[in-house]
């Protein structure tokens, strides 16, 4: 029987893993899941009851009820958001909830792409391929601030910068699933690559890995 594809796509934010994720799903057939958002749900709840973030009963209850099929990015998408998502992240108990949904999704056939921090190391640690795409803290920190002024808002650079580099701090540092590459990871440093480029260049890697699993 065919086993599902799964490729694991992780790295800090705004490295450019969820445009390349929903390129390769698109790509691929497959489907794909964008793991920030699952941490971005609960926070986004715990925000909205105004709960403390580091409620840890509170979360988990938040995280047991999240349903997959009903994530909307655009709610979900803000800078406040996903200051709170980075805080909820470091629960252990939490994380376990969620991982279990995400394990789930990447399960069914004909396969996924997920995109996080940890898919590689703890969610999928036998995915068929794994990239971990970085870029420059001052590229990054650069499109997010086209993101937010291309949406008509407002925002200066060196604050984004700040946040960024706060967010990658907690991300690392944290006891549980830390970010980190996986040992088997591809590294893509998309800071002098296009979309299309960076596309161009996670496909050639996969369609490698692709033709080894299948032993030609
Ligand atoms: O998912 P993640 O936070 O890692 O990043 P993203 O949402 O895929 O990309 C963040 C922003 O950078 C988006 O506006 C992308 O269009 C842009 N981007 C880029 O300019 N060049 C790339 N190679 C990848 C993304
Ligand atoms: O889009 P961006 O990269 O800015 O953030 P995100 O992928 O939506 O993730 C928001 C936060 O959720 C991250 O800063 C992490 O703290 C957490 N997260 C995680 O711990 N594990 C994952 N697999 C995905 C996200």
């Known amino acids: 029987a065919a086993a599902p594809l799964v490729i694991a796509i992780d790295g800090p934010a705004a490295s450019g893993k969820g445009t390349l994720a929903r390129r390769l ?4 057939g497959l489907r794909h ?9 609960v926070a986004q709840r715990m925000l909205a009851y105004g709960l ?8 988990e209850t938040a995280a047991g009820q999240l349903d997959l099929a009903q994530l909307d990015r655009d709610l979900l998408s803000t800078h406040v958001i996903g200051e709170a998502a980075s ?14 949904a995400q394990r789930a999704f990447a399960s069914a056939l004909p396969g996924a792409v997920l995109d996080g921090r940890d898919i590689g190391t703890v969610v999928c640690p036998d995915a068929a391929v794994k990239l971990y795409a970085t870029a420059s803290a001052d590229v990054r920190a650069t499109r997010r601030l086209h993101e937010i002024l291309d949406r008509g808002g407002a925002a200066d650079y060196a604050t984004i910068l700040a946040d960024i580099e706060r967010r990658d701090a907690r991300d690392m540092g944290r006891a549980d ?16 690559m296009d979309i299309e480029t960076a596309f161009q ?5 996969i369609d490698d890995a692709i033709a080894g699993r299948n032993g030609s």
């Open 201 to 205: 260049t996670a496909k050639a890697i």
């Open 87 to 100: 805080k909820v992240a470091v629960m252990a108990s939490v994380r376990a909830i969620l991982v279990e």
């Open 177 to 192: 699933s830390p970010l980190r590459p996986a040992a088997d990871a591809h590294l893509l440093d998309t800071s002098e």
């Open 25 to 28: 799903a698109a790509h691929y």
């Open 52 to 59: 403390p973030l580091d409620n840890v009963s509170a979360a």
């Open 33 to 41: 899941l964008d793991t920030g958002l699952t941490y971005r749900a």
